[in-house]
């Protein structure tokens, strides 16, 4: 089908392209954008008012497929993925069975090509069964399509075998998506380590437990020049080390997700398990660090690291309660509102953070509105306020502590590979479950 998106403005990174023209796609590929295209098209969409971007991709998600169906499947995530504005995601390794293997990855990319409606990126696990004690078979995973290895959920404690890793990966130019958690300093904590853990009485995480492996992992892919990613950093002190190792020169990226940019360890409502998250949140002074770090470029990407449960998994004892929210439908509406709006990133720096440069830090042609390209794109209203709806939520869980906040900004047209998946803020019927 030939798509026509007329008067938009056209938000490019990777062209630097920030003005009003029109995009044409035929078939599956951009074909021109230009201003005031004059082609004949089957579908004409009218951007006006309407930022035209890149197809916005996920570094980190949990689509829990195999094995905890329950939370949620490749087909249900995947359409969460596309009302959240996404047209690519990639999933974590720790399902069940954990995704090892060429044969789990092979069997997660078909699942995704038969039941899913973005582009659905796997990533591997560093060692057999997230044990941290063997390797798994990177190169097997490598060459079936993994885009990266990760032990999501755990570091692998062992430094001489995440060192041996990060050789291994950079041979197969495969980033690591490094999970940064020492288990003996978190502990048995709940929330960070500070007044409110206190004033609650439960255990604290502190910061450190996150910094001492940063800092160790950091090191390592600097001693065997193998590319490091930084999943989900939430404190000063970890944006202070990313810092200082790009000026060393090592490879590394960074995320941040919007949970822990909004959100403080003050706005914990009681014991409400949906602020329950790891790392947990932190302190004012840490998420004004993530937001300078984000406009310094120091962490070059944002990620939701969606983490769907079962409501029995969240409504229980805050002890007792699984770490983690869902984050697709909501962090397009976040990140606007809190970073755009407020005047922390421009609207071409946004678009960066979430489409140009995950599509960097993979090694991949997408995240780009040049011609010739596929056709991923994403029509954002960047201008309409409305209240968070959970119970709408296209995802299967709720877990979400952003229920009824304010917030502006959502996708009204999600294309990918030139077919429209959302239109007008909703999944076409054709892919409603």
Same mark, same amino acid.
């Given at each position: 089908?030939?798509?026509?998106?007329?008067?938009?403005?056209?938000?490019?990174?990777?062209?630097?392209?920030?003005?009003?023209?029109?995009?044409?796609?035929?078939?599956?590929?951009?074909?021109?954008?230009?201003?005031?295209?004059?082609?004949?098209?089957?579908?004409?969409?009218?951007?006006?008012?309407?930022?035209?971007?890149?197809?916005?991709?996920?570094?980190?998600?949990?689509?829990?497929?195999?094995?905890?169906?329950?939370?949620?499947?490749?087909?249900?995530?995947?359409?969460?993925?596309?009302?959240?504005?996404?047209?690519?995601?990639?999933?974590?390794?720790?399902?069940?069975?954990?995704?090892?293997?060429?044969?789990?990855?092979?069997?997660?990319?078909?699942?995704?090509?038969?039941?899913?409606?973005?582009?659905?990126?796997?990533?591997?696990?560093?060692?057999?069964?997230?044990?941290?004690?063997?390797?798994?078979?990177?190169?097997?995973?490598?060459?079936?399509?993994?885009?990266?290895?990760?032990?999501?959920?755990?570091?692998?404690?062992?430094?001489?075998?995440?060192?041996?890793?990060?050789?291994?990966?950079?041979?197969?130019?495969?980033?690591?998506?490094?999970?940064? %958690? @020492?288990? #003996?300093?978190?502990? =048995?904590?709940?929330?960070?380590?500070?007044?409110?853990?206190?004033?609650?009485? !439960? +255990?604290?995480?502190?910061?450190?437990?996150?910094?001492?492996?940063?800092?160790?992992?950091?090191?390592?892919?600097?001693?065997?020049?193998?590319?490091?990613?930084?999943?989900?950093?939430?404190?000063?002190?970890?944006?202070?080390?990313?810092?200082?190792?790009?000026?060393?020169?090592?490879?590394?990226?960074?995320?941040?997700?919007?949970?822990?940019?909004?959100?403080?360890?003050?706005?914990? %409502? @009681?014991? #409400?398990?949906?602020? =329950?998250?790891?790392?947990?949140?932190?302190?004012?002074?840490?998420?004004?660090? !993530? +937001?300078?770090?984000?406009?310094?470029?120091?962490?070059?990407?944002?990620?939701?690291?969606?983490?769907?449960?079962?409501?029995?998994?969240?409504?229980?004892?805050?002890?007792?309660?699984?770490?983690?929210?869902?984050?697709?439908?909501?962090?397009?509406?976040?990140?606007?509102?809190?970073?755009?709006?407020?005047?922390?990133?421009?609207?071409?720096?946004?678009?960066?953070?979430?489409?140009?440069?995950?599509?960097?830090?993979?090694?991949?042609?997408?995240?780009?509105?040049?011609?010739?390209?596929?056709?991923?794109?994403?029509?954002?209203?960047?201008?309409?306020?409305?209240?968070?709806?959970?119970?709408?939520?296209?995802?299967?869980?709720?877990?979400?502590?952003?229920?009824?906040?304010?917030?502006?900004?959502?996708?009204?047209?999600?294309?990918?590979?030139?077919?429209?998946?959302?239109?007008?803020?909703?999944?076409?019927?054709?892919?409603?479950?």
């Amino acid at each position: 089908m030939d798509i026509l998106i007329k008067n938009g403005r056209v938000i490019d990174p990777a062209n630097n392209i920030d003005d009003i023209m029109d995009v044409f796609i035929s078939g599956d590929t951009i074909k021109k954008v230009e201003k005031n295209i004059d082609e004949n098209a089957e579908k004409i969409i009218d951007a006006s008012g309407k930022w035209v971007v890149p197809g916005l991709i996920d570094l980190h998600v949990h689509l829990r497929e195999p094995g905890y169906e329950h939370k949620e499947t490749i087909a249900t995530g995947t359409r969460s993925a596309a009302v959240g504005g996404f047209t690519a995601v990639c999933c974590m390794p720790n399902t069940k069975p954990v995704a090892d293997n060429e044969i789990l990855i092979e069997y997660i990319k078909l699942k995704a090509e038969r039941e899913g409606v973005v582009k659905v990126l796997p990533i591997g696990a560093i060692t057999k069964n997230q044990q941290g004690e063997e390797l798994a078979d990177i190169g097997k995973m490598a060459a079936v399509g993994a885009c990266a290895i990760s032990e999501d959920g755990h570091s692998v404690k062992n430094a001489a075998l995440m060192k041996t890793a990060l050789k291994y990966a950079s041979m197969f130019n495969l980033p690591i998506f490094d999970h940064c %958690e @020492d288990a #003996d300093l978190a502990g =048995k904590g709940i929330i960070n380590a500070g007044e409110k853990a206190s004033l609650l009485g !439960l +255990k604290g995480i502190s910061n450190d437990s996150e910094e001492v492996i940063v800092s160790r992992d950091i090191i390592l892919a600097g001693s065997v020049n193998a590319k490091l990613h930084l999943c989900h950093i939430s404190t000063k002190g970890s944006v202070e080390l990313i810092r200082e190792a790009k000026k060393r020169g090592i490879n590394v990226t960074a995320e941040v997700t919007p949970h822990h940019f909004t959100l403080t360890q003050d706005d914990i %409502e @009681d014991y #409400d398990s949906n602020f =329950k998250m790891n790392p947990p949140l932190r302190t004012a002074e840490d998420v004004q660090a !993530l +937001k300078q770090a984000l406009r310094d470029n120091i962490i070059q990407a944002i990620a939701t690291d969606h983490a769907p449960h079962h409501t029995d998994e969240k409504n229980c004892e805050l002890e007792r309660a699984a770490n983690g929210i869902i984050g697709l439908e909501t962090s397009l509406a976040l990140s606007i509102t809190e970073l755009v709006d407020k005047g922390i990133l421009t609207p071409m720096q946004l678009i960066e953070k979430m489409s140009l440069n995950p599509a960097k830090i993979l090694g991949n042609d997408m995240g780009t509105l040049t011609v010739g390209s596929k056709a991923d794109i994403t029509v954002i209203d960047a201008e309409t306020e409305y209240n968070i709806d959970v119970s709408k939520f296209v995802s299967k869980a709720k877990n979400s502590p952003f229920g009824g906040r304010k917030v502006k900004g959502r996708a009204v047209y999600t294309i990918v590979d030139g077919r429209i998946i959302v239109e007008n803020a909703k999944l076409k019927e054709e892919f409603t479950l």
